[in-house]
């Protein structure tokens, strides 16, 4: 048997208020949104799909897993994103040094209070 899952086509963000989530993805977060269908919205997340989803039912309503959007400089991002009002759980900080670069991350909430985080792979010197 050589099958084999390989790639992510699209991940579902639990939200309750849709407008004011599309509005922090597309306009705080800078995703190119996609469509709108029902209680669901669509972005582009770099060639994955992300689906912000309003639960049909009570136990489909719990937070999501944390996104991890990599930047190249997670200093810039965080102070645009800061800029444009979203409020970081720290500063970016150091989670751990590997042999050919520093991952750095940095945590913050989306309008639903999902945990979202940037993350950045420092080249080391």
């Given at each position: 048997?050589?099958?084999?899952?390989?790639?992510?086509?699209?991940?579902?963000?639990?939200?309750?208020?849709?407008?004011?989530?599309?509005?922090f993805y597309r306009d705080t977060l800078g995703l190119k949104h996609l469509f709108a269908a029902g209680k669901m919205?669509?972005?582009?997340?770099?060639?994955?799909?992300?689906?912000?989803?309003?639960?049909?039912?009570?136990?489909?309503?719990?937070?999501?897993?944390?996104?991890?959007?990599?930047?190249?400089?997670?200093?810039?991002?965080?102070?645009?994103?800061?800029?444009?009002?979203?409020?970081?759980?720290?500063?970016?900080?150091?989670?751990?040094?590997?042999?050919?670069?520093?991952?750095?991350?940095?945590?913050?909430?989306?309008?639903?209070?999902?945990?979202?985080?940037?993350?950045?792979?420092?080249?080391?010197?």
């Amino acid at each position: 048997m050589n099958f084999a899952l390989t790639q992510i086509g699209q991940i579902s963000v639990t939200i309750h208020e849709l407008d004011r989530a599309v509005a922090f993805y597309r306009d705080t977060l800078g995703l190119k949104h996609l469509f709108a269908a029902g209680k669901m919205a669509f972005f582009d997340c770099g060639g994955i799909r992300l689906m912000l989803s309003i639960p049909e039912k009570p136990e489909f309503d719990h937070p999501s897993s944390i996104l991890y959007f990599k930047v190249p400089d997670i200093d810039g991002a965080a102070a645009t994103l800061a800029e444009r009002g979203v409020t970081f759980e720290a500063k970016p900080h150091l989670i751990a040094q590997m042999p050919t670069h520093d991952l750095w991350m940095a945590f913050f909430r989306d309008s639903e209070k999902n945990l979202l985080s940037l993350m950045c792979e420092k080249p080391r010197a």
